[in-house]
């Protein structure tokens, strides 16, 4: 993880639903696992870029996709 990333984690220290240092397949998982609580997941996904298509390549369902439209980078 960049000094970047690292910085952004840092200042959310007060935020603990959301785990420290995480690699980018982490991310994913925590995407996956928390995809209905949109505040958590918008944060991973803009912190590291995902498009679309990665999240449709992981495996989450199209319809969970599209209702993060505005968050997701394309």
């Known amino acids: 993880m960049g000094k970047s990333k690292k910085r952004a984690f840092s200042l959310e220290k007060?935020?603990?639903s959301i785990p420290k240092n995480m690699s980018r397949g982490e991310a994913l998982d925590?995407?996956?696992?928390?995809?209905?609580?949109?505040?958590k997941v918008s944060q991973l996904?803009?912190?590291f870029g995902f498009s679309a298509?990665?999240?449709?390549?992981?495996g989450i369902d199209y319809e969970k996709v599209v209702?993060?439209?505005?968050?997701?980078?394309?």
């Open 53 to 58: 298509e990665d999240l449709l390549n992981y």
């Open 30 to 39: 925590f995407v996956l696992k928390h995809i209905d609580e949109k505040q």
């Open 67 to 74: 209702g993060l439209k505005g968050v997701i980078n394309d």
């Open 45 to 47: 996904i803009s912190l």
């Open 14 to 16: 007060h935020d603990d």
